[in-house]
Nanobody, 125 residues
Framework: QVQLVESGGGLVQAGGSLRLSCAASGSSFSSNFMGWFRQAPGEERDFVAA????????YYADSVKGRFTISIDNARNTVFLQMNSLKPEDTAVYYC??????????????????WGQGTQVTVSS
């Protein structure tokens, strides 16, 4: 059984930084893409960023381009999201996800194979 476990959320002031981690476990884990979504109260779950398992291809939502960086440690099946210049509007629960194809990540609604349990990120003004 595949599990995605996030860590690294917390409270930070506007302009600060946080780094999220997500470790995938399970012998059957073979998704080609890993990524992050976020969901604010009363809002839909939105795509944030994704990366191919090789690390060669990255994808970002316009709202985080230039501020967030996604990376992957393929040997450890772990994906990271470095979040800089955080804004109050970045406040949300952040979910790790995995999917076979990038279009499954960016479709509305997303068609990911696996979800993590979520980690809260709160940015104070």
């Amino acid at each position: 059984q595949v599990q995605l476990v996030e860590s690294g959320g917390g409270l930070v002031q506007a302009g600060g930084s946080l780094r999220l981690s997500c470790a995938a476990s399970g012998s059957s884990f073979s998704s080609n893409f890993m990524g992050w979504f976020r969901q604010a109260p009363g809002e839909e779950r939105d795509f944030v960023a994704a990366v191919s398992r090789s690390g060669r291809n990255t994808y970002y939502a316009d709202s985080v381009k230039g501020r967030f960086t996604i990376s992957i440690d393929n040997a450890r099946n772990t994906v990271f999201l470095q979040m800089n210049s955080l804004k109050p509007e970045d406040t949300a629960v952040y979910y790790c996800a995995a999917a076979e194809w990038i279009r499954y990540m960016t479709s509305i609604p997303p068609r990911t194979a696996y979800w993590g349990q979520g980690t809260q990120v709160t940015v104070s003004s």
